[in-house]
Structures are given as C-alpha cells and as structure tokens.
C-alpha cells in the first residue's frame, strides 16, 4: 500500500531532478519495452513531465508520468553515468 508520505517524498526527489537528464523505462506490453530519455521538465501534484527529443525529426515530445507508475516500478527512473560524473566536479 502506498501511503501519502511516500507520494510526497518521490514528488520531492524529482523536483530536485528538474532540468537533470533521465532515463525512463516502461512496459509496453506484448514484451515490448518502451524507452525515452530526456530532461525533466516539470512538476505537478499528481504527474511529472519529461521533454524528450525525437530522433526521426528532431522535434521536441513532452511524455507525463504519475509518481504512482514509479512508486509501483511501473515505470523505472535511471540517471546515466554521465550527469552523475558532472555533478559531482
């Protein structure tokens, strides 16, 4: 079960995140796996929005999550080596 704390400690974390580069990971069903990076974009009471850029066009999506999908590991967050590395210099 998920409790109200746990909501607000995972809205919390992610808006430190904002403007961080992420990796985000989802079942898509039928074994599918669906994968977008980008920025952290923005904030909301029940959903966060990353900016992902297209690689057939170049053109900017904005796709929202729900905190709930990744207090449930429906949806997995993963912040590459990279941003980790420049942060801490």
Known sequence: MIIKSDLESCRS???TMIGST??????G??????????VIDNCYPNVFTV????ESDGAFEIVSYS???VLTRAVRIAVP???VE????
């Open 13 to 15: 974390k992610l808006q």
């Open 22 to 27: 992420v990796r985000l990971s989802s079942n």
């Open 29 to 38: 069903g039928r074994k599918r796996l669906i994968i977008h990076e980008g």
């Open 51 to 54: 900016r992902c850029q297209r």
């Open 67 to 69: 905190y709930i999908d």
């Open 81 to 83: 080596v990279e941003n």
């Open 86 to 89: 420049a942060k801490a210099v």
